[in-house]
C-alpha cells in the first residue's frame, strides 16, 4: 500500500463511518487522526503541521465539510493538502460545490475499500497535484 499516506485526518461524525476506516486504513501503517464535526477538524488541521491528506464528511454538526474545507484552504493557508470529500450526495452540483470548495476528489457514499484507497491513490498521484 505505497500509495497510503502517512498521517491523514478524517473528519466524520458517523461512529460506523470511523471505525470504517479504521478497518480500511488502519492496517496500512498511517497515523489516523479523527475529527467528530468541521469546528474540531478545522482545530486539529491547524495542530497537525504534517498531515499528508484529510478526508471530510459533507453533512456535519456545527461546520460541514464544504466550509471547512474553504476554512482550511483561506484561513489555515493549507492549499496544498491533498482533500477528498465524502457525501451520500452524488449529483454533479454537489461534486462542483465540492471542486469550488477546494476538493481534490469526490467520493459517494457508500464507498468499497478499494473505492476509497483508489481514491486515494488518484489523489495523491503526481498527475493529479
Known amino acids: 500500500?505505497?500509495?497510503?499516506?502517512?498521517?491523514?485526518?478524517?473528519?466524520?461524525?458517523?461512529?460506523?463511518?470511523?471505525?470504517?476506516?479504521?478497518?480500511v486504513l488502519g492496517r496500512s501503517g498511517?497515523?489516523?487522526?479523527?475529527a467528530r464535526d468541521g469546528v474540531e477538524g478545522l482545530d486539529r488541521a491547524a495542530q497537525e503541521t504534517d498531515l499528508d491528506l484529510l478526508i471530510a464528511d459533507?453533512?456535519?454538526?456545527?461546520?460541514?465539510?464544504?466550509?471547512?474545507?474553504?476554512?482550511v484552504r483561506t484561513e489555515l493557508k493549507l492549499t496544498d493538502l491533498?482533500?477528498?470529500?465524502?457525501?451520500?450526495?452524488?449529483?454533479?452540483?454537489?461534486?462542483?460545490?465540492?471542486?469550488?470548495?477546494?476538493?481534490n476528489a469526490y467520493l459517494r457514499k457508500p464507498w468499497t475499500p478499494d473505492q476509497l484507497?483508489?481514491?486515494?491513490?488518484?489523489?495523491?498521484?503526481?498527475a493529479a497535484q
Open 58 to 71: 459533507i453533512n456535519m454538526p456545527q461546520m460541514d465539510g464544504l466550509e471547512l474545507l474553504r476554512r
Open 30 to 34: 498511517s497515523e489516523l487522526i479523527f
Open 1 to 23: 500500500m505505497e500509495s497510503i499516506p502517512k498521517k491523514i485526518l478524517i473528519v466524520e461524525d458517523s461512529p460506523t463511518m470511523c471505525q470504517l476506516y479504521r478497518l
Open 117 to 126: 484507497l483508489a481514491t486515494i491513490a488518484e489523489t495523491l498521484a503526481p
Open 82 to 103: 491533498p482533500a477528498i470529500v465524502i457525501s451520500t450526495e452524488g449529483q454533479e452540483v454537489d461534486r462542483e460545490a465540492a471542486r469550488e470548495a477546494g476538493a
